[in-house]
């Protein structure tokens, strides 16, 4: 047994260049709600928090960090993506590029595996992975 006090999940944190662009895509394209919004002119900055249910129930959250004045990040080569569960990877693939997003691996099976993904890219070139759940 370890002295280690368990932890929990609250978010992950994300620089966006448009902070209203960003929260229609999340919301429009996965269903998820914006949660709350935290505006602080002092740092120049705002924050806006997303998901399903958020951290009162349990599930984790993104944070969508916009800077004030920053339009544009360099993603660097560090970060991978960000992972859905949806029931249809397919249908989900359909319904985003039919609301204009953009999908950069169609849904199918994992490599050397039976799960079935799908990769989409954010307005700002995140990548999300889409994870087939039933």
Do not use: W
């Amino acid at each position: 047994m370890s002295d280690t006090p368990k932890g929990k999940f609250l978010h992950t944190m994300i620089r966006v260049g448009d902070l209203e662009r960003s929260v229609g895509f999340y919301t429009r394209m996965f269903g998820m709600r914006e949660l709350r919004r935290n505006d602080v002119p002092a740092g120049q900055y705002t924050l806006a928090f997303l998901g399903y249910g958020g951290n009162a129930t349990g599930e984790a959250e993104i944070e969508l960090t916009y800077n004030y004045g920053t339009e544009k990040y360099d993603l660097g080569s560090a970060f991978g993506h960000l992972a859905i569960g949806v029931p249809d990877v397919a249908a989900a693939c359909e319904r985003i590029r039919a609301e204009g997003g953009k999908v950069v691996r169609e849904a199918g099976p994992v490599k050397h595996g039976t799960t079935i993904i799908a990769f989409v890219e954010d307005p700002d070139g995140y990548k999300i992975e889409l994870i087939q759940r039933q």
